[in-house]
């Protein structure tokens, strides 16, 4: 079985602050890990992926993704935050070998303040 | 340029009417995956399917829904005698297939089905 649990439904930040938004993981074996992005009214955009490698995976938009394999998360960063990143964002596994259908988390409301 | 393309954008209809949604994948991509999306829940998986063949459709209920890929023209998920709690974002994705699980999903924008 796989899954992904998002435990905040909404994250505030203020402009030029750093950003976090949380992901872990249960996956039997390897997972393969993403984070998308969703702005109001669109469907879904990738920003990174975890395969193999580097823990450290960078993205689209300035945003970086750890892959801690001790903790099982894999949270999503961005150094500063701006207005324009405010959108609901998705924690996605997949495990290596299993099924191809990707698992999502419920989402991240990001509101970033000016 | 084209990405995956989903229509109707919106869609109303009655209480028990049928909704037909369509998708056309990205080019190059064989495989297509339907999602639901409703407020609070997230996105829940529905079905996959490549051309002509039904992979998984453990997320889909047993009655009133169905889905298709043919082998020419875009892939449809339909919905038999709608009833409110069928109003949902529903999305499709599409994947360049099997021994690609690394690619990401490739989203469309989605057909808000409202039923009446």
């Known amino acids: 079985a796989q899954s992904v649990a998002q435990p905040e439904d909404q994250v505030n930040v203020a402009e030029g602050n750093p950003l976090t938004v949380k992901c872990t993981y249960s996956v039997s074996g390897n997972p393969y890990l993403f984070w998308y992005v969703q702005y109001p009214n669109r469907g879904l955009q990738f920003l990174l992926k975890?395969?193999?490698?580097?823990?450290l995976v960078k993205g689209s938009y300035g945003f970086e993704a750890e892959f801690n394999k001790s903790q099982t998360s894999f949270h999503l960063k961005k150094p500063s935050a701006l207005v324009s990143d405010s959108a609901l964002y998705f924690c996605?596994?997949?495990?290596?070998?299993?099924?191809?259908?990707?698992?999502f988390g419920r989402g991240t409301s990001l509101i970033v303040h000016p | 340029n084209a990405g995956v393309m989903q229509n109707p954008r919106h869609l109303v209809r009655r209480r028990g009417q049928e909704a037909r949604l369509r998708c056309s994948p990205m080019k190059g991509h064989s495989h297509v995956y339907w999602y639901r999306q409703l407020p609070e829940e997230g996105l829940k998986f529905m079905v996959y399917?490549?051309?002509?063949?039904?992979?998984?459709e453990s997320g889909m209920p047993k009655e009133r829904f169905s889905a298709e890929f043919p082998k020419e023209g875009p892939s449809i998920l339909r919905i038999q005698q709608v009833v409110r709690g069928d109003s949902a974002a529903y999305f499709c994705?599409?994947?360049?297939?099997?021994?690609?699980?690394?690619?990401?999903?490739?989203f469309g924008n989605g057909t808000r089905l409202t039923v009446t």
């Open positions: 975890y395969i193999t490698g580097d823990n």
């Open positions: 399917l490549q051309k002509e063949n039904i992979i998984d």
């Open positions: 996605a596994s997949l495990r290596s070998g299993g099924s191809y259908i990707p698992t």
């Open positions: 994705a599409s994947s360049p297939g099997q021994g690609r699980v690394d690619s990401p999903l490739h």
